[in-house]
C-alpha cells in the first residue's frame, strides 16, 4: 500500500480513503497528543510562554523552566545532570560532535542514525561479532572510545545486550553512549525507561541520549551524563546556536507525571489484553515485555490487515534501500473492541 496522506493526527483510527481505519502503528505509545488533560495543560503553557522561544540558551535572558524541566529529567533517571535540546536527533548529533575532539567513535549495529558520524556506520556485522571486536579494543591500551548504541531495537523489537562489557576491564578511558528514545517514558519503574541500568557499568563513562517525542508527546530531546560532558556540550557551538525546546511543551511534560502514570497503566492493560487473546499465536512475533510493539517477518501480513481496514507500521528504515518492517504498536489509545478486532483478524492469517 502506498503511504496515506492525512490532515489531522492520527489517534486510534487514521482516516483511509474516506473510512477510518484502526491504526496500530506511530510511536505515540502513551497517545498523548490525543489526551484532552495534557492539552490543557498545553494551553495553559502557550498562554504562559508564548508559541515558541527563539533565541539561544546562552543569551542573557535565561527562562528557569529550562533548569527546572532538566533537574527533574536527572533527578528522574538518576543521572548527575540533563541538558534539553529541541529534538533527540538534534541532542544525538550535538553530542556526537562534541565527543568526537576526544574519543574514538564506535558505533553498534543498527545504533539510531542521531548518533551516526556522516553516512552511518556502513557495513553492520553480527551483534556477536561486533561485540568481540569491542571487547578487544577495550582491553588494549589506546585512545578514548566512545560506544554507542541504542537501549534496544524499536524495528525487530529486541533489547541491545551490552551486559558483556560489565565483565570487561578497561585498558583505556570508554564511553557508552546509549541512546534510549523508545524506552523512556515506557519501560523502567515510573517510565524511567533503560538509562538507569547503565549507571551501574562502573568501569565506563555513562551518557544518555533520549527523544522526548515518543512516549511523552513533546517535541524535545535531551542528553544525560556527568557535568564534564554536559559543561562541554554547554559550550560548543551548536549548543550556543540552536534554538531550544518549546517552553510550552516542557511546561506540558513537567505538570503532566500524573496523565503519563496513568496513561502507562492503560497501555501495560492493552498490550495484557492483546497478548492473553492472542495467547500461543504471539510467538509469530518478536517482542519485550512491557513494551508496545510487536515484529512480525511475514511480508504479507501488511496486506492481509490492510485489506480488513487495519493500519500498522509497515515501512523501509532508515532509508527506502533498507529492509521493510512490519510492527504492530498498542497505544493507551486503543479500546478493548480494536484489539479484539485485530486479534480476530490475526487469528485468519496464522
Known amino acids: 500500500m502506498d503511504p496515506v496522506s492525512i490532515q489531522t493526527l492520527p489517534g486510534r483510527t487514521i482516516p483511509v480513503h474516506g473510512k477510518d481505519w484502526l491504526y496500530f502503528s506511530g510511536t505515540s505509545y502513551l497517545g498523548m497528543s490525543h489526551h484532552s488533560g495534557f492539552r490543557d495543560l498545553l494551553l495553559e503553557g502557550l498562554l504562559k510562554y508564548g508559541t515558541h522561544f527563539g533565541g539561544s540558551r546562552r543569551s542573557n535572558v535565561h527562562i528557569r523552566l529550562f533548569e527546572t524541566v532538566e533537574q527533574y529529567l536527572a533527578q528522574l533517571t538518576g543521572f548527575e545532570q540533563a541538558l534539553l535540546f529541541s529534538s533527540g536527533t538534534l541532542a544525538g548529533q550535538v553530542l556526537l560532535k562534541v565527543l568526537k575532539n576526544e574519543a574514538e567513535l564506535v558505533l553498534a549495529p543498527g545504533v539510531h542514525p542521531a548518533l551516526w558520524d556522516m553516512e552511518g556506520p556502513g557495513t553492520s556485522p553480527s551483534w556477536d561479532s561486533w561485540a568481540s571486536e569491542v571487547a578487544a579494543r577495550i582491553q588494549t591500551e589506546g585512545p578514548t572510545l566512545a560506544i554507542l548504541s541504542n537501549s534496544l531495537d524499536p524495528l525487530r523489537v529486541q533489547r541491545m545486550d551490552l551486559q558483556f562489557l560489565q565483565h570487561l576491564t578497561p585498558q583505556r578511558r570508554v564511553l557508552l553512549v546509549v541512546d534510549d528514545s523508545h524506552g523512556f517514558g515506557v519501560l523502567g519503574t515510573n517510565g524511567i525507561g533503560c538509562l538507569p541500568e547503565f549507571l551501574s557499568f562502573k568501569s565506563f563513562e555513562i551518557l544518555g541520549v533520549s ?10 530531546g535531551a542528553v544525560f551524563g556527568p557535568p564534564y560532558w554536559i559543561e ?34 492503560i497501555l501495560q492493560r492493552n498490550l495484557a489484553h492483546f497478548q492473553n487473546a492472542l495467547q500461543q499465536r504471539i510467538e509469530h512475533f518478536q517482542y519485550i515485555s512491557g513494551f508496545p510493539a510487536f515484529f512480525s517477518t511475514e511480508p504479507d501480513l501488511a496486506a492481509h490487515l490492510e485489506a480488513h481496514e487495519i ?40
Open 232 to 265: 562541554k556540550i554547554w559550550q560548543s557551538p551548536f549548543m550556543g546556536g540552536a534554538s531550544p525546546a518549546s517552553p510550552a511543551f516542557l511546561y506540558a511534560f513537567l505538570h503532566g507525571a500524573p496523565f503519563y502514570s496513568t496513561q502507562r497503566a
Open 311 to 350: 493500519f500498522l507500521s509497515s515501512f523501509r528504515y532508515p532509508t527506502p534501500m533498507d529492509p521493510l518492517y512490519n510492527r504492530i504498536v498498542i497505544s493507551s489509545l486503543h479500546q478493548p473492541p480494536d484489539i479484539d478486532h485485530l486479534v480476530h483478524t490475526l487469528d485468519t492469517f496464522f
Open 211 to 220: 527523544s522526548l517525542g515518543k512516549a511523552c508527546g513533546i517535541p524535545a
